[in-house]
């Protein structure tokens, strides 16, 4: 398997992200071809499509104002997760553990790095439509059936620092279900699930890195997926509250996101 | 950065590891050069260091045996986990969550998949030792100042499927601390810290795959990593109780593990 870090040019609200991709693959030398994966980070597919919000134009409600005071958040992106979050649990300093899309992030995703000044970004409004659509143009400019990854920063519990998240996928297969596969000893797997694309985001994102690198695109050649037609979002790649071992555990027998302390319900 | 996966024979017990990678890597024409990293998996290191039981060696007690029966676990392994782990705090079914070595995992590491029938891989006594030597010795027969990256599967709260996690890393520094760098707009960053061991596993584990590839070791090439001399196991790569997001949301104010519930001091 080969990683690209791609170079690019700033991303700015409206660009033509897929103009912006070939044209710095080009000046880099990069060929597309069938099967490569190209591995974009969230926040420049979610500039590009203006999905931007100045903090001075959002009035903080009074429940914004008590998250943010008991978090050191500003209540102006406060505001923003209440808006944004499906569910909100508790957090710490400066962040929130939300229920977003599915997938538990910080701060409903909303994020000021890499945005401009007094500016925050929110996740795209659609990832599997963006990796979708980002795939089919590049196929009808280029010819190549590539597949598409869309990278955010996420965080396991307990470790220090932020590893890559698969918000989307268009053209592979995000979980591979191992089960019927035999081990070396041709005993029947237990665990039966791989994590392909957030593997492979994880991937991506060591190349992306997290500051001003400016390599918000990864070209993968060779990535070990299995390739298919279809788009995904985080809901094929979630794990049931009650079948997770972590919601599981700490939640005891909730079956769904509710019996998790909603701090909007709370005295918060 | 180029991965490529390592196919090697089986690994049994007491093996001279680092002779088998050697070997493989020969027949498949790969180079070691300084600054390439070396991805191994837990599992292989553990089988080469006798780190197996045989369940039927093991007397379960009376508390391994209602953990066993509340989780479908073998009363056996159950035991073992006890013994192996630092803290218990609840699980699901065929999976207790466990703290071992500061690390958050299933069944304190241990597992029966790719081990010989009838028994049960702990994980490295001191993973970081392993990783020292795995690295002292490649650089004393070949020459080569590599890194060492030692691999096991991970879970992500919430996320279906496995991911590569870090349990010791010689040879690069692994977390990058981004205080003090600025972002593509000049702004100072927030999130301060990018986990590259985890990711690097991710990349790796991507290729390792999770049934009987027989690839458990992964060369990396330009890997975008701090090269150094140091050595590090999960302690340098654990965040903190009660800065983490998730367990200070789900566990409250709790300023070390104790707070959670650990399963052998309570009815259980």
Known sequence: MRLHAVKT??????????????????????????????????KVVAIAEERLVKLSSVKPSDRAKRIAKKFSLQPELAELILYEAGEIYGGVEK??????????????GIDNKNAPKDYVVLWPGNPKKSAERIREEIRRKTGAKIAVLVVDSGLVPLRKGT??????????????????????????LAITQ???ADDLASAAHLLMSEAAEKTPVVLVKDAPVEFDDGAYD??????????????????????????????RSSKL
């Open 163 to 188: 590893v890559g998240l698969a918000l989307a996928v268009a053209g592979f297969k995000p979980v591979k279900d191992c089960r019927g596969e035999l081990d070396i000893y041709g005993k029947l």
């Open 234 to 263: 985080s809901a094929e790649m979630m794990m049931p509250f009650k079948e997770c071992i972590f919601t599981s555990t700490f939640l005891g027998d909730a079956d769904d996101s509710k019996k998790a302390q909603d701090l």
């Open 194 to 196: 791989h994590a392909i």
């Open 95 to 108: 962040a929130v553990l939300t229920l977003k899309n599915k997938v538990l992030t910080a701060n409903a």
């Open 9 to 42: 040019k700033v991303v700015s609200i409206g660009d033509d992200l897929v103009k912006i991709i070939l044209a710095s693959l080009n000046e880099q030398g990069l060929q597309l071809e069938d099967n490569d994966v190209l591995a974009v980070t969230s």
